[in-house]
Every structure is written in structure tokens, then in C-alpha cells.
């Protein structure tokens, strides 16, 4: 019955056993175990200096900065939509108030891209600054010593000369010509002996190609300007939107914003004046296809601008994706609706409210919602909420009206009334565009009794209960704007093309070694030697041997293959 295998030791134990082993045997003294020294705290910080400023943690950083930006695109950011944010986390309750805490609601100014942008910024510091001293060094320096045997680099030739030819001396000095108007950095060494005594012909150490690391150099460089002039822009820029209504201006300060996110270190002082009046609003849809008919094919806005007190009045087109440049700010065309203007009076027959409100588009034909709140009214405070069709059609089941097209061909508003406190008393903010009915009684819909509001323009409808009554006057056009303000961006730009020439020269450019070496033959000819050497792959290092041949043989008279002993 065999016995079961006994567990084979590691070989390194085995080792170990055999040394003890001979140890004993001989009579040495035996092995001592050999422990690594402790690095100690000054030890680890430049070890953690040393991995942070090397390449490959730069560019690890630079893709890890590039997928923490990643749920700044897949999530709504609080600085650009506050609402949107908090309509995303009521309507996900669970994972809404997470996401929240780890702040991917606000990725661009979250922690923890805040410390992976920072440890970018030291990282390439500290690639660039040692990298940029040891270049100025190789710069400095003379080009490497000429090696003892030209024939084993990866490009030789040799050319030996007509007695009719320049002496040694003369040939030294026009290789050397020949080598500085290909852009070659030349080093002209004497004859002599080398390291270990033996002779050493007149020689030539030549080296190009320094652009390539400059270019490198300057791409990171380039790339650390990129990211103080976003750091700068985050910081000393703005951003804010404003909603007009055709024939309403608006004047580029601080109240007059309906949304305005400032920077960390923006100052009320940096808002440049300006002002931008609407006056016409010109919507193109589609009237010829058959499958894409009405959709929306350009927005045109005319407004009225003027930079400053002083300056003169101009009018100017602002188009989707055509922004215009007021102040050192960019103000762009995000959105259009319509108006509807209404007029409501309470019970007491006084004017509660007067003027257009603001409806937004939910679909392709303009089919948007209204809001409309009358906290002055009396007795009781009122509010509307319902639909603006700009194209009405009656449903043939006898439903409520569509809208049918985006045009103002048959425009209605359909709404639903209510009373009771409206909550603006209390001092909370209010989203303008939502009414909250749960604390408030129905007055008109179309579960109630008295049906909901249908009103075509000019038409009024009494409410019940004597509450008042509504009248549709008209309907105006209105665009939705953002204003960005970046100092900063032009130095982006700048430096962004900065790093894309530098990326070029790195690429493109080849760091190449000459050595030309000349000597007397036995039969009393000067014969020149070179080679060729290229710091990394080099396709074209045969063509530019090729290309230095043919440059010498046009200096000198060269003896021919067939002449050659």
C-alpha cells in the first residue's frame, strides 16, 4: 500500500536547507536572516513624493480625472439646474439623498474631484521641473564621445576620397558644415586617444532632435496652464438665466436674474453693464415634409443692445448655437415659449394680477403648462394651473382639446382654479412654475360642477362661488437665455493650442546622433567614416543617411565603387 506524498517544501526553503547544511560542514558560521531596513517617516514621504511625480501617475490622475467627470454628464448638476436636481431626488427617494451625499449632484466642485484635480496639478509640477533641469543639462553638455567602431551603429557609410580631395582637416570642417545646416548641434574633437590609450582619429559628436523633449515639456507645461485657467474660471466666472418676454428688457445686474451662480471669488463689481431688450421672436417649422412635418427648423430672436450708458443703441439677431458677446459675456438662446397674457379680478372686482405668464413647452407642438397665482386676490387668494394649446383641436371622443401644431393658429388656455392660502405669505421660496393644490379648495375642473376654464383670446370667465373672474387678453413671445461669464477661457484656448503644438513636435520629431570620423589611408587618401544613432524608433533614420551621403559626395571629388582597392 503506498504511502501517501509527503507536501514538497518551497524551493526557497530547500535552499535555505542546503546552505545551513554546507555551513556546518564547513564550519562557517551560519546564516544570518537579512532584514530590509526601515524606511521611517522621512523615508515614506519622499517614497510617496517619488510615486506621486512620476509619468505614470500623472497620466493614471489625468484618466481618473476623466471618469470622475463621467456623472457630471449622467446626472443633473445643482449649479446648472437646481430644480431638475431636486425633482431627480423626490422622484428617487432612496438612492436621490446618496448620490446627494456623495455630492455627484455637484461633481465639479465635490471633494474628492477637488483633491484628484490638486494631486494632478503637484503631479505634473513635479514630472516637469526635474525633467526640464536634466534637459538643460544634455543641452549644455557636448554630444556623447564618438564611438570606437562606426560600423556597428544601425547607420553606416564611408566615403573615401580622390587624391584630388580636401585634406583631413578640410574634410573634418565641411562635414561639420554639412551637419549644422541639417540642424545638427556639432561638436568638432581632435585627434587624441581614448579612455583606455588607445589612438582615436579627428572626429565629429553631432546630436538634433531636442525639440522633441522641448515639445514634450511643453505640453505639460501647456496642460498645467489649462487647469489653473479652469481653476481661475470656476472661481471668477458666473452664470445666470433670465427669462423675456417680447418688448421686456433686462439689465445685467444682480436682482434682475431669475437664476445666478456665482464663482468662489465673484465679485458684484464684475458684472458688466449691459442691457438686451426683445423685439421680435421669429419661429421656422417645417411645412413641406411629410414625415417631419412642423418640427422646428430655427429660432430667430431680434434684440436691442447696448454696453453701457453711454453707448449707442444696436439691434442684433441672436440665434441657437450663435451666441452674442455683450460686456466680455456670452449670452446664448436655450429656449422660447409663449405667453399668454390674463388679467384676473377678485371678488371685490379689483385687479389681482395683469400681464403675460410664462408657459412651458412639454412637447414638439407647444403643448405647455401655466401657473398662475394671485396672492393679492380678496377674499381669498387664487391660482390657476391648466394647459396652453397654440393650435387647439376639439378630441373627437369628446375629450378635452389638443394642440395640433406649434403655430399660433387657434390658440386657447385651459385651466383649472383654485382658492385658499397659497403659501407665499410664510416667506418659503416657491417654484414659479408649480402650484401645490394640496391645502387649497377647487373652484373650476372638470370634476367639480362648475367644468374647468376654457377661454380662446379676449374671452372671460366668471369663477364660482363669486371669487372673480379671468380674461385671456393675448399672447407674447418669450426666450429663455443663459449668460456666461469666464475670464478665463481665452487662456484656455490658449493654452489648450499651446499643448496641441507641443504634442506635435513630441510625435513628430526624432531625436538622431551623428559621429563622423576622417583618416589617412595606407595610400595616402583621407577616408571619412559616419554613423547614425536614433534615441527611440526611428523609421526614417535610413533616409537620413541616404539624404547625409548625398550632401557630402556633392562637397567632395569621391572615388568610385569600381576604383575602390
Not at 119 to 137: M, V
Not at 228 to 241: E, H, N
Request: hydrophobic content about 40%.
Amino acid at each position: 500500500m503506498t504511502q501517501p506524498s509527503q507536501p514538497s517544501q518551497p524551493s526557497a526553503h530547500r535552499d535555505n536547507a542546503r546552505e545551513d547544511a554546507l555551513h556546518e560542514a564547513t564550519g562557517d558560521s551560519p546564516r544570518q536572516e537579512v532584514s530590509p531596513p526601515a524606511l521611517g517617516l522621512v523615508g515614506m514621504l519622499r517614497w510617496a513624493w517619488t510615486q506621486l511625480t512620476s509619468m505614470r501617475t500623472a497620466l493614471m490622475l489625468l484618466l481618473l480625472l476623466a471618469v470622475a467627470a463621467v456623472p457630471g454628464s449622467l446626472f443633473p448638476q445643482r449649479v446648472q439646474d437646481a430644480f431638475a436636481v431636486q425633482t431627480w431626488i423626490d422622484d428617487n427617494p432612496t438612492a436621490g439623498p446618496i448620490l446627494d451625499t456623495l455630492q455627484v449632484f455637484d461633481v465639479y466642485s465635490s471633494v474628492w474631484f477637488s483633491a484628484i484635480y490638486l494631486l494632478l496639478f503637484i503631479s505634473l509640477i513635479g514630472c516637469i521641473i526635474p525633467r526640464a533641469r536634466k534637459h538643460i543639462q544634455q543641452m549644455r553638455s557636448a554630444p556623447p564621445r564618438t564611438p570606437a567602431r562606426l560600423e556597428r551603429l544601425p547607420e553606416y557609410g564611408a566615403l573615401e576620397l580622390d587624391d584630388a580631395g580636401p585634406t583631413p582637416e578640410q574634410a573634418l570642417e565641411d562635414a561639420a558644415d554639412v551637419l549644422r545646416k541639417r540642424r545638427y548641434r556639432v561638436d568638432v574633437r581632435a585627434a587624441g586617444q581614448d579612455a583606455r590609450g588607445r589612438p582615436q582619429p579627428a572626429s565629429i559628436g553631432a546630436e538634433k532632435g531636442y525639440l522633441k523633449e522641448i515639445g514634450n515639456l511643453l505640453f505639460h507645461v501647456a496642460l498645467v496652464g489649462v487647469l489653473i485657467c479652469v481653476a481661475l474660471g470656476s472661481m471668477l466666472s458666473y452664470r445666470g438665466q433670465k427669462v423675456i418676454i417680447e418688448d421686456e428688457g433686462f439689465v445685467n445686474a444682480l436682482v434682475a436674474y431669475d437664476n445666478f451662480y456665482p464663482g468662489t471669488w465673484f465679485d458684484e463689481s464684475r458684472l458688466h453693464p449691459f442691457s438686451l431688450r426683445l423685439d421680435d421672436f421669429e419661429r421656422v417649422f417645417d411645412r413641406d415634409s411629410a414625415t417631419h412635418y412642423g418640427q422646428a427648423l430655427d429660432f430667430t430672436a431680434t434684440v436691442t443692445t447696448q454696453e453701457g450708458a453711454d453707448a449707442e443703441p444696436e439691434t442684433e439677431e441672436l440665434k441657437v448655437n450663435h451666441p452674442l458677446t455683450l460686456g466680455g459675456a456670452r449670452v446664448f438662446l436655450v429656449g422660447n415659449g409663449y405667453a399668454p397674457v390674463v388679467t384676473i379680478r377678485d371678488g371685490d372686482g379689483e385687479v389681482a394680477f395683469s400681464g403675460p405668464v410664462i408657459s412651458r413647452p412639454d412637447d414638439q407642438v407647444y403643448t405647455s403648462m401655466a401657473v398662475i397665482k394671485a396672492p393679492d386676490a380678496q377674499p381669498e387668494q387664487l391660482g390657476f394651473v391648466g394647459l396652453f394649446l397654440p393650435t387647439a383641436h376639439e378630441a373627437e371622443d369628446g375629450g378635452p382639446a389638443i394642440s395640433v401644431d406649434p403655430e399660433l393658429y387657434n390658440p386657447q388656455l385651459q385651466l383649472n382654479s383654485y382658492y385658499g392660502d397659497l403659501g407665499l405669505d410664510e416667506g418659503i421660496p416657491q417654484n414659479v412654475y408649480v402650484l401645490d393644490t394640496d391645502s387649497l379648495e377647487v373652484l373650476n375642473s372638470r370634476e367639480v360642477d362648475a367644468g374647468g376654464i376654457v377661454l380662446d383670446p379676449g374671452e372671460t370667465q366668471e369663477l364660482p362661488e363669486g371669487m372673480g373672474s379671468i380674461t385671456f387678453e393675448d399672447v407674447q413671445d418669450y426666450i429663455a437665455i443663459d449668460i456666461h461669464y469666464n475670464p478665463a477661457q481665452g487662456g484656455v484656448l490658449v493654452f489648450a493650442l499651446t499643448a496641441l503644438g507641443g504634442l506635435i513636435l513630441s510625435l513628430f520629431l526624432r531625436r538622431r546622433r551623428a559621429w563622423v570620423t576622417v583618416e589617412t589611408t595606407e595610400a595616402g587618401r583621407t577616408l571619412v567614416r559616419y554613423g547614425l544613432l536614433s534615441r527611440g524608433e526611428d523609421f526614417r533614420l535610413r533616409d537620413e543617411n541616404i539624404a547625409l551621403r548625398g550632401q557630402l559626395e556633392k562637397r567632395w571629388p569621391v572615388r568610385a565603387p569600381e576604383e575602390e582597392d
